[in-house]
């Protein structure tokens, strides 16, 4: 008996942050063990290039060797880790990150852990679902403050709407697989919230958090270019 | 050549208003035309028996012979017929219909003349989507005075997890057919109403601005029951 | 390494109750442990608050520690939990919990126990699919004795229609995920109930037991409310 | 220009009969115009052999010459025809047609034809919807004196469910495109059927009449082929 | 702590075998385990009363005690259990069961078992798909000499179609989930017999062996009722 | 007879411009004649409001009195007409809208007619389909000079991963319903741009132009703010 | 009023023929018609170069003037256009194309027309369906005399997976969308293509006759040189 | 109790290898496991006849006696074995096996196997999805050296257009199921191969890799003849 499995082949696009902005990010899930094993080991902290992992599973990170997992920031939630962030940007805006309910935490927080990891400012407002529409009336301010809007939500999704229809600020919604029967996987949520009643909210895949984070930072590197060229002047 | 079409064969449930308090209706649409004219010709009005039309195409009504149509009420809108109405009845509660926008004004009134030929009270709420939340806020009051609440809405339908969440009263939600790509013909609106997270919102099929009726007026004839039950004593 | 996950944040919706007669409940399915467990803490026996807790897995729930086990009444077939039930109601009406089969009983079970936490009557039938009409006939009578009926079934969920022919009650119907093949999860069962030959059935997600208990609640208030108005006059 | 369409090529099973009992027949939907105009100038009556067409739209049959009109037996409501039929059978057993609403007749009369056609009795049953259980109640015993039961059903299709669990027969389903919403042009009705609570039904695809009908003529030719051998003997 | 699970409850259809002439039987997936284990109890070998049970998985039943497990003749491949059989039929003809593969095999055997049970004769084909249609047409002659055909394949299920084509006798079919990607869990092959191009094929729900036997039963018990009428006279 | 179709009822939501920078459109699809007709006497050319209307069908507005038709600037192949414009904003940016072929031109140009309503800048760039990726390169440093992309095109999309690899600019993606088949009215083009292999891409509804271009008016208008702020500094 | 429709922008990929072996084709289902008009008028006979036009309505194309009419040579089942057609290939190979049914012709026909204008051989077998295999049979050995295969079938597509069995050549499956119910526009047919039992079919979209004698003519171009390289050896 | 497993029966297709030149192969994946061991005792190394087997779990392969392990050229990532290989092929063309990412390894080694297995020579190019179009460009060069291209992508599969529009050779797409939300265990990356802009490009089922193996060994077969008798001549 032989395993033959022939040894893995990796090419990076390392030219990808110069070109649109921002880093690849290695996503995790699927990838063969050997893979991902020895991605670790070229990424870790100190190591001289951010590299940022996404849907890395806590069972197989905690399985890896002490040196290797001290080697970086883990986050069992959103299922993230870097060794090293990139630098964190001069620029003072943020984004803000809502979520629907407490169940969409792995999603909000892979939004979040990404805008930390490419050096934006963000704030995480938690369990403001429409079934008690107080909540969202009290923060609604705050949340206009900041210069982008993450919504993150499942079942319904009628959080992207209502939300929609009361900011002004580029909207990205990221729908959740939370929920049973009809809201199947988070299909659901993803379809309210491409019909959504209330214009122009831009939608993401399912439980997405990472590329709606890297929408949002297009916006804000391209507020912080138009701020750097003014300031300048 | 012979055209052998067998002459049509209707058996009428006629107990059912006294099995179930709802007479049996007759869904027009592709019901072959001869079957049809024959069943206007014996349920127009005056002819001693109520009994009424859904989904009557406002082409194929306005073809017929002016006496027929002259025997029968007829909404084009909701494409809805009937010779004459059921008994109105004495209970004095209401049932409202509130729909997201104008569009769904077909179902929303397909609700309203259900409830008329009924016998009961209806209020008709039309274009209070909540991209705009301000209008649902300045009715919600009115709307509680009702005793049941038929709500319909297309797209997102949005609509139905924020009123579930503001008023206490037995909820019928009917999503519309209205929206194009992912809308589906209203399946995506009829999920999120499925999966509300607004709770104990009860549902009917895209469309179903009758069923909807009809599930109000099984809560009405209930009220009314209890109503008649307690005066008497 | 560092495992950096945020603290929770859990926003209540205590004013619901006040606001819609229902109080807010946890949907445990998909919650993060620690997020459950301090729920539990906060909510158990004699701590004053009413909570119901759905979809809390038996595996899970076993596995807490005996003393926070013991804080609550626990049914592992309806995977419901609660502390402190709410206060009966003085209202004396009923509801019918209706099932097909016993395959159905975790969502049947979760309906009648979310009535019971409420405060309400109910009576279970069990095993009344409609492949032997006879035992839906022997207890027709003593159906249409209850207020309001939930009706709960799987694969083809016929038993919906037969009952919606037969009753003159407000009937909710919840589909299961019970069946294989085309039954899709109870994506058929869903279907059948929505295209209901019967009219005026109304419908709930697939396995939402609680969902059409409060459907019920709903009716059920409203006749509580109107009882206590007229015997007061 | 040049219309260079190519001449039509077409290659008869005529040993189908002899192979399998049932002879081929002509699906004329979607069929280009002249190539279906060749077909029944070559099987019109008395030219020797028996062809059945099914799915011709009657627009198209009335808009041909009336020598070739009068040379086809033709049916609008079923969109059937033949020139001349098969020879009648021998045996005196019989096949059920029962639908559940007059706006299944095409299809239903599409069985029945097709039975016609082949030589074999039948009785058609219309109108039997569960709404109404007290309509199937009263027919049981004259349906279980057929040999076969072809039940046609559109909505839920609730019929061959409760028929099924009833009639001890071989009992073949075909489900209708009647309805709307998630009735989804048959599929749900379909799906009931597939995943009937009931034993042994067997399904046919949606609107296929002509279908159940050959299978129902599958039971009836082994069953006169066992009767001519019992009684040679 | 209280586990308040309610006691199961279970109402037996045991007319229905005199009603249609077939049994009922236990579905067991899904069933909560100690239903099932009380039905087991009760329903063993030697306890007068033949009951048939499927989808029994291995694993639990082989949990169970080993005086339970010896009072049932079981199989694990078709995951079906009987304690006693029903009583041979004096009927001498026979059902063909042909699969396309072996991975159909828990199919076509669960098909294959129902027949035993019911009493009925049967010959299993297996591995006769159409890649290599040199395998079925070297045993078509003898799958002829069976009254009926219960034909068994997943992927394309091609096998139907062809043997559907070659076959006069009642033909009934049963898609399995074999298969990956756009198999779909046997919706593929499902719909590839349901519109197949050979006329009178007759499909069960995926996976369905049993009820394709109960289809089979249903012809096989009439054509025993006609032999014996025919052989009194 | 008697056509009681009730009158309309529109609720206008007027304040929406100020609170979120967007006004309200007018949906037309689907809305009635008599509906429309009001709108569309409304919010003419110099009635002093402007108002967006889309969908607005061509043989509908071609049948209108001229009068009515000479007071919109109507564009038949993106179906959206307007009375007056927003007042053009003082910003100078610019929204690149970016197509794959010229079949997807009605929604291309519904985005850019959209942003012209607004009072922003923009090109149009049609015709830039990836299986000519020779076409792409020859513009992509003047698609980089915009502040925003929209990217259309239907079929499989690819458009949209290929230019998302390589424009660090915001980027929204709105697949179109060009396409047979498994195109499937533009899902396959959604799910392509959902899953798309380029991060931060953001994705309207099927053929919602006028959304995309919301969504990149979200943007001007922050960059608006923004330079204006900063300016004023 | 004013029509501001922009004038069309098409961008030809003339480049394609040398780069991939096929020239760039007009794709003409949803074009608006003065774009179709404008490339008609563009690449007619004599124009010096060859286009291919797929997808071309009758309806519309013999609406056009008769001069520009007569500048094509047009096909109205394959509804195909071209003004000249590539120069003819020394290659003396060719491909064989074999549907089941002659409602399959516009996409056969797609196919054979699309082969002949890019120069190759071609034979076209019709109405080879499975249900008579016996067709098939009579003419596998001049099938196999071909260097390619397209196979062209509706409903349950069989074909593909019984020629697939019998032909070592390379082949090519096209699903049409002929069927009706589960055969879901040709869905049905598609899978079973890609399911297929046999192996190495390779599939295109439903009713892409296009598509596959374009894959196959990248076969064609291959072997054509290689003969010439090794003929020239 | 008694366990009666019918023995196991396996049909094996031997001439198919000299019929249409691909012998037949064993899918592992849902055979019960003592059919397999049989079928692996019967084929291992130096037994004479070379069959392939796939989808063979490492689980499973692992757990067998080493011995029989040892009896196998095992590959873990690809789940593919064989004892003995097809004799090689003395064709010098060969086939490039492009994949998008390196979790799409399973399926391009399956690819790669498979070809190496029946002989055939094959260049792995891994990781080259579109989002860094500098990758494919690198190596296209390389790429078009070969006579057939199998192209293997997850997601969006934009690759397959991509290199469809680049390359001239025949090209075969194999979706895999790597991916989450709408990505649908392939079958977005399926649809958006179907619906490719490219030209020509023929689809495999999700995950195949095998399957495209099989149809690029049908041309490269082709290709060795058609050399083999020029050469001779």
Known sequence: MTDSSLSPGVLFDHARRSRIGLPEAVFCQGKPAPI?????????RGQGRPVFFTRLDPSFFFSLDSVLQSAFD????????????????????????VSAGTADAPVAR????????????????????????????????????????????????????????????????????????????????????????????AVENIDNGYGAACAAARILNLLAEQANNLKVT
């Open 74 to 97: 883990y986050d069992s939630i959103s299922k993230t880790a870097w060794g090293d962030k990139c630098p964190k940007s001069a620029y003072e805006g943020a984004c803000a990150v």
């Open 110 to 201: 892979e939004a979040a852990r990404t805008l930390e990891y490419l050096g934006f400012n963000y704030t995480l407002f938690e369990d403001y679902g429409v079934a008690g529409l107080w909540r969202l009336s009290s923060c609604l301010e705050e949340i206009n403050r900041h210069q982008a809007v993450v919504v993150v939500a499942g079942f319904d999704a009628a959080l992207a709407s209502v939300l929609g229809g009361l900011t002004p600020r580029p909207i990205i919604a990221v729908p959740t697989s939370v929920g049973y029967g009809v809201a199947r996987g988070g299909e659901s949520a993803l379809h309210s919230m491409l019909v959504s009643c209330a214009p122009g909210v």
């Open 36 to 44: 991902l094993i020895d991605l670790l080991e070229r990424f870790g």
